[in-house]
């Protein structure tokens, strides 16, 4: 003890040398973390050392940078409506900015000009497909079409499965089956007085025409498979909303159980019927008589046989087949393709509602499959694209007024239909095109012409039908709304 200016302190000594141990630094710095607590810390350290050096390597868009473990999710989830968050990030950063999403790097594409540089002048360059865990699983391991990546395999599953819709879409008897289709929904929706919601019975005319195309079956309005189809499609929506946070943040997938739960048993239930379908076709399986587009899948297995072709056979399992059915999207026979020619009108009102309203908004996801440039900027191999449909189809600079609907935009100044719009994708574009593109638009066609041919429509009085509906990257949804109907003949 000793007096400093008549006040006694005690003189404190320490050693010359004392080394701290890890823990004691840790709580000199203020953090007390446990040994899981350092090994998390020093993971973000590495995967934020990982994303500076990958930033210095490439030349990558813009964007936001990126919060530890999650990334950029919460720009994204914190907006009710995905659009307005993607819309956000677009005006501040430009047509072309990167997101880091959990463990995935996405890059979005926001205007035509890229969109078509990637699509079709890069068009292999983009054509591959991210490995997202949620679409792996129900797709038995990216065993379909449209989640395969791009490879060999998927050269030869794709060109079997165009071949087999064609095959199946040809001939007088599919006249028969769109004609059945759409007369028993009309004949449904006639009997009904009263305002109603329309959208169960156009469900009808779609999956039977995919029934009758793929199996050869129809439903009823109360067959509890086609309600039990029918509630679920109306509840995807809200399962998947845009996207299972747990396919970007694995560890987040214990708080998404329900929603994956419910998806996968209905995808089972889907496979599991589609199954039960080809053992019923294999045992009636004549290949001078092939009946249906499961028919013509087994036809493509038998012929392979016969050709000793095993590379072909090995990729035709059942798994295959059965994958290839639940990928596919009805189409319509050639003889009725001259139809948009004959209402060019009806034809510009569908083109103006898919591009106002495109029914996946943002596409299914791409992936380079090398490392490659967009807009001048590097794009890495293995980087997941995404195309803003939605912001493509709006674009001010492509289209006049484009919040407007207006389907004298798609004719041409003697009212016949004009040129597709650049700017028009409702289907995507390149290698990876919709299967079912130059079969749907036509049937489509068909539909909406034989629904206006038979009934005058209109809104019940006091009702504004609503506009707005449910928009996500699973897709949009049309809200409910009601119609009168008045029968023409």
């Known amino acids: 003890m000793k007096a400093c200016n008549g006040v006694r302190t005690r003189v404190w000594k320490f050693p010359a040398v004392y080394k701290m141990t890890p823990r004691e630094t840790m709580y000199l710095l203020g953090f007390h973390l446990s040994p899981m607590g350092i090994v998390v810390s020093l993971m973000i350290g590495f995967l934020l050392i990982f994303m500076r050096l990958k930033s210095k390597k490439y030349n990558l868009p813009p964007g936001p940078w990126p919060f530890p473990i999650v990334g950029n999710l919460p720009l994204i989830v914190k907006e009710p409506n995905c659009l307005i968050g993607f819309t956000k990030l677009r005006i501040k950063y430009g047509p072309i900015y990167i997101l880091h999403v959990g463990i995935q790097t996405v890059v979005m594409v926001n205007n035509v000009d890229l969109a078509i540089e990637a699509l079709v002048k890069k068009q292999v360059d983009f054509a591959g497909r991210p490995s997202i865990p949620s679409f792996n699983r129900n797709s038995e391991g990216r ?29 007088p008897s599919l006249t028969e089956k769109i004609t059945l289709s759409i007369d028993q929904a009309l004949g449904y929706m006639s009997k009904l007085k009263g305002p109603f919601d329309p959208h169960k019975y156009i ?77 019923q076709h294999r045992e009636t399986f004549d290949p001078n008589n092939p009946r249906d587009f499961t028919d ?144 749907s638009k036509p049937e489509m066609l068909i539909i ?32 409910p709304y009601n119609i009168l109907l008045e029968e023409r003949y």
């Open 203 to 279: 469900d009808l005319i779609l999956y039977n025409l995919i029934a009758d195309i793929c199996h050869g079956t129809r439903y009823e309005f109360d067959d509890p498979d086609f309600t039990k189809m029918v509630d679920f499609n109306n509840s995807f929506q809200e399962l998947f909303g845009n996207g299972f946070i747990s396919d970007f943040v694995p560890w987040m997938r214990i708080f998404e159980l329900s929603a994956i739960r419910k998806i996968e048993a209905y995808f089972k239930m889907l496979r599991t019927d589609a199954q039960a379908s080809i053992d």
């Open 296 to 439: 013509y899948l087994l036809l493509a297995k038998y012929k392979a046989q016969e050709e000793g072709n095993t590379e072909l056979l090995n990729e035709l399992t059942d798994v295959h087949l059965r994958q290839t059915m639940l990928n596919v999207i009805t189409g319509q026979k050639n003889m009725k393709a001259e139809m948009s020619v004959n209402f060019p009108y009806c034809t510009a009102v569908i083109r103006e509602v898919m591009r106002m309203y495109p029914v996946v908004p943002f596409g299914i996801p791409r992936a380079t499959i090398c490392d490659t440039t967009l807009g001048g900027y590097d794009i890495p191999k293995g980087t997941q694209v995404v195309f803003n449909l939605w912001d493509l189809h709006h674009d001010p600079q492509k289209w006049d007024n484009p919040s407007d609907f207006n389907p004298e935009r798609f004719l041409d100044g003697s009212g016949k239909l004009a040129g597709k719009p650049t700017s028009f994708l409702p289907f995507m574009a390149g290698r990876r095109v919709c299967l079912g593109e130059t079969f």
């Open 448 to 479: 909406v012409v034989s629904v206006f041919q038979k009934f005058n429509i209109s809104s019940p009085p006091g009702e504004i039908p609503p506009v707005d509906g449910l928009i996500s990257t699973a897709g949009y949804r049309s809200p």
């Open 143 to 171: 065993m379909n079409v449209s989640n395969e990546n791009f490879n060999h395999r998927w050269h030869m599953r794709r060109k079997v499965a165009f071949k087999a819709l064609k095959s199946a879409l040809s001939g």
